[in-house]
């Protein structure tokens, strides 16, 4: 069982930035596919970027691009995802989540076996 724990939300105005970390459990982080969502008051999730295991890709939606960067630190078990330029539609609970496999899903809640609790990301205008 892989547990997935996000941290770094909190309230930025618009045009800040912020760092959003998860941290798993598990000794193959490394091979995991991790991706982060978000889902907005009153929306769907919606997939925001991943990063394929074993030194894959990383992904990301269109509109995320240019705005957002996926990193991922294997030593510690850890994915980030730095925001910048954040916008008030950027306000959403964001999560993280896992699987063992990549695959050409990788934007699909469906996909994800390892979620985490979210983390609340809110930008004043």
């Known amino acids: 069982q892989v547990q997935l724990v996000e941290s770094g939300g909190g309230l930025v105005q618009a045009g800040g930035s912020l760092r959003l970390s998860c941290t798993a459990s598990?000794?193959?982080?490394?091979?995991?596919?991790m991706a982060w969502f978000r889902r907005a008051p009153g929306k769907e999730r919606e997939f925001v970027a991943a990063?394929?295991?074993?030194?894959?890709?990383?992904l990301y939606a269109d509109s995320m691009k240019g705005r957002f960067t996926m990193s991922r630190d294997n030593a510690k078990n850890t994915v980030y995802l730095q925001m910048n330029s954040l916008k008030s539609e950027d306000t959403a609970v964001y999560y993280c989540?896992?699987?063992?496999?990549?695959?050409?899903?990788?934007?699909?809640?469906?996909?994800?076996?390892?979620w985490g609790q979210g983390t609340q990301v809110t930008v004043s205008s």
């Open positions: 989540a896992g699987q063992r496999w990549f695959s050409s899903a990788y934007a699909s809640i469906h996909t994800y076996d390892y």
């Open positions: 598990g000794r193959t982080f490394a091979a995991y596919t």
């Open positions: 990063s394929a295991g074993s030194g894959g890709s990383t």
